[in-house]
């Protein structure tokens, strides 16, 4: 069984991905469509693709390729906590740091902690946060550090001097996993699909969502994306709590099909569980 | 009456800027935050802003400046068709060309024609179209091309070579127009607003689609963005066709205000004629 996840090794992808396999059965790609064709084609059992982050929404990519290009199913979900940790060679002190690498996005996500523990270093761009930090920790320059996850640090011999840096301790990112089948029921699932309503009626995305209110279905996320054809004309996703072949969902699935011009079921997967993650992230605080 | 867009001259945000303005009254900036600032503080009238496009589909930053840091009202809508031109300095022939430059995004969508017509050819990337053009216009190379925009052409005293060299003839940018106050009703309006459901209550945002289905109130758009507290948290934000001052609009927006947990609405507009623009784009073709 091997886990393609995108590379390079040290980044939030690959946590994702060990939360499926151990490390020796992992697999790098260098994009999300190589992801996909890796299963496609059998180079691997499945893949670990980012869907949605708690700050930044939806990654679009991922949810073309599943409305547009590939008939792999979502076979489990998975989230993790984005944690950041500043990293330099080993020897190398807070005092000594001149310079911090980093991929932007991370720049953007700790700036209090830049702001407060280094204030005026230099920032300069990366390509990835692995990248960075593998740079940083084969460096003999002795002024350098880099933001990147603890994983990376461990991959590539870097010494952390500070764990936790990211200004928003709730950030998740949510991941699917892509097979050729989906998961059997276990009696805790969710079901994904996308679909497009016949013509512009009024009224026509009410009445399907309405056939999962009477079947108290609970949605837990719906999303539109352009189907690509004329501006207005969108793609529908919807999340809901249960399995496909649950009595109740096959129901409303079978209702819906005559109302949609398309309807496409990404799977039924496990429920992955988002409250044991929040409580460990953020004890005792509701956010809202 | 000034209206403030995402610059430099020659991109797309300014050629729907010059939809409600001319040039000697538009004034620009360098990011979606100025613009909202530039309104905010009395610098302009109103500012431009891409809000979805009909491929790549909404622009976050966009949707997550009304939702979180601001109060202006989206007093206005416009298209502006996707279309890339050729653009060399005066003289430079198309057999002549060994480079071409854009910024990346220009390069996917035109890459049927650069497959044709100029295969083999340097691709180089550039930070903006207008910039590129503005380089390659001014360059006594003799063997640069760049993709931009006509308006970037002529304002910076470029020679077009081929016009409508994207691949999709149907690609439009929306964009919308925020000022300190929203638009008088017109009776051809649509109406845009934010919410968010009261807790996870099985078929709440179904209940508050049900009040407009009841209305027959044809809703346009739906979509969701992470209200940035815990994964799972969303706002929505739909526009509907009507005015906020129509007897039915006003009715629904009373009856969903208790359900939800936040309610801002966006204001009312005039709906931009798009089903002008497609026959002008598309003559006798329907996309679907």
Same mark, same amino acid.
């Given at each position: 069984m091997t886990t393609a996840f995108l590379g390079p090794p040290g980044t939030f992808s690959e !946590? %994702?991905? *060990? *939360? +499926?396999? #151990? =490390? !020796?059965?992992? &697999? %790098? $790609? =260098? =994009? $999300?469509?190589a992801l996909v064709s890796a299963v496609e084609t059998g180079l691997a059992d499945e893949a670990v693709l980012p869907i949605e982050n708690s700050i930044e929404g939806? &990654? =679009? /990519? /991922? *949810?073309?390729?599943?409305?547009? !290009? /590939?008939? *792999? +199913?979502? %076979?489990? !979900?998975?989230? &993790?906590? &984005? +944690?950041? $940790?500043?990293? #330099? %060679?080993?020897g190398v002190r807070l005092a000594d740091v001149r310079v911090v690498t980093s991929h932007p996005q991370p720049f953007g996500q700790c700036r209090r902690f830049l702001d407060r523990c280094l204030p005026g270093v230099e920032q300069v761009a990366a390509l990835s946060t692995a990248g960075a930090v593998q740079e940083v920790a084969s460096s003999d320059d002795g002024h350098r550090a880099a933001i990147g996850t603890a994983r990376a640090a461990e991959l590539y011999g870097g010494t952390i001097l500070a764990h936790d840096i990211q200004d928003v301790h709730t950030n998740v990112t949510r991941f699917v996993v892509l097979a050729s089948e989906d998961a059997p029921p276990t009696g805790d699932d969710k079901t994904s699909l996308a679909f497009r309503v016949r013509e512009n009626v009024p009224g026509a995305l009410h009445d399907i969502l309405a056939e999962f209110a009477v079947e108290t279905l609970q949605m837990t996320k719906i999303e539109s994306r352009p189907s690509k054809g004329w501006l207005g004309d969108y793609v529908f996703l919807i999340d809901f709590e249960g399995h496909r072949r649950d009595e109740r969902v096959a129901r409303v699935l079978d209702r819906i099909r005559e109302r949609c011009s398309m309807l496409k079921i990404f799977g039924s997967y496990p429920r992955f569980p988002l409250d044991s993650l929040r409580a460990s992230i953020d004890p005792g605080q509701p956010i809202d």
């Open positions: !946590e %994702a991905a *060990l *939360l +499926r396999a #151990t =490390s !020796e059965n992992l &697999v %790098a $790609f =260098s =994009s $999300f469509p939806a &990654v =679009s /990519t /991922t *949810l073309d390729l599943l409305i547009h !290009e /590939t008939a *792999l +199913r979502i %076979a489990g !979900e998975l989230a &993790v906590p &984005v +944690r950041h $940790f500043l990293i #330099t %060679a080993p």
